[in-house]
């Protein structure tokens, strides 16, 4: 088995920083893409950031400028940087991976359990 561990939300200030954290463990051989999604109360889920193996990233234009997503493939982990928080980014984080399975073909998909992030004066 995989799991996917989220940690580093909390209750922050308008205008103020947090660092998500989001660490691979089990019987993985690699990650392949990681990715960073958000759902907030009665809104779907959405994409917030993502980066690929080779370090290629993308980002939702709301979150462009203040996220920073990063990984550390040593440490099968992925970052999210967020500065410059809103009210607006009050959600529920979920980390996303593509991962190579030891001896096993193809890559599967996981998902955490989700950290919760409310910007709140």
């Known amino acids: 088995q995989v799991q996917l561990v989220e940690s580093g939300g909390g209750l922050v200030q308008p205008g103020g920083s947090l660092r998500l954290s989001c660490a691979a463990s089990?019987?993985?051989?690699?990650?392949?893409?990681w990715g960073w999604y958000r759902q907030a109360p009665g809104k779907q889920r959405e994409l917030v950031a993502t980066?690929?193996?080779?370090?290629?990233?993308n980002y939702a234009d709301s979150v462009k400028g203040r996220f920073t997503i990063s990984r550390d493939n040593a440490k099968n982990t992925m970052y999210l940087q967020m500065n410059s928080l809103m009210p607006e980014d009050t959600a529920v984080y979920y980390c996303?991976?593509?991962?190579?399975?030891?001896?096993?073909?193809?890559?599967?998909?996981?998902w955490g359990q989700g950290t919760q992030v409310i910007v709140s004066s």
């Open positions: 089990g019987r993985l051989f690699s990650v392949n893409d």
């Open positions: 980066i690929t193996t080779g370090g290629s990233t």
């Open positions: 996303n991976a593509q991962i190579k399975l030891i001896l096993a073909p193809g890559l599967y998909d996981y």
